[in-house]
Nanobody, 123 residues
Framework: QLQFVESGGGLVQPGGSLRLSCAASGRTFNNYYIGWFRQAPGKEREGVSCISQIGSRTIYTDSVKGRFTISRDNAKNTVFLQMNDLKPEDTAVYYC????????????????WGQGTQVTVSS
């Protein structure tokens, strides 16, 4: 059983950076892939990135490759998303969640959703 709390969002200008944190409670944290998702107004929630149990495998959606980096610290029960070169189309509420299915960004396989943190990229 897991509970997630996202933090680190805010308002930044295009080209700026943010680092999001996903803090988990639960002793089974390292049994799961952890994913970051985002949802903009009027759009479907989409997978952004996910990371394997010990951090050896990562997956990114094409729109963020080369700009975002996911990492995890299992000792601290925390997953991070470093976001660089932010663009207005990155504006969304960002969520983290967990799955036992390897290597997927399909939201239907994820659960234990956090409450989200708002990222706004605007000049």
């Amino acid at each position: 059983q897991l509970q997630f709390v996202e933090s680190g969002g805010g308002l930044v200008q295009p080209g700026g950076s943010l680092r999001l944190s996903c803090a988990a409670s639960g002793r089974t944290f390292n049994n799961y892939y952890i994913g970051w998702f985002r949802q903009a107004p009027g759009k479907e929630r989409e997978g952004v990135s996910c990371i394997s149990q010990i951090g050896s495998r990562t997956i990114y959606t094409d729109s963020v490759k080369g700009r975002f980096t996911i990492s995890r610290d299992n000792a601290k029960n925390t997953v991070f998303l470093q976001m660089n070169d932010l663009k207005p189309e990155d504006t969304a509420v960002y969520y983290c969640a967990a799955t036992s299915v390897p290597g997927t960004l399909d939201r239907d396989y994820y659960g234990y959703w956090g409450q989200g943190t708002q990222v706004t990229v605007s000049s």
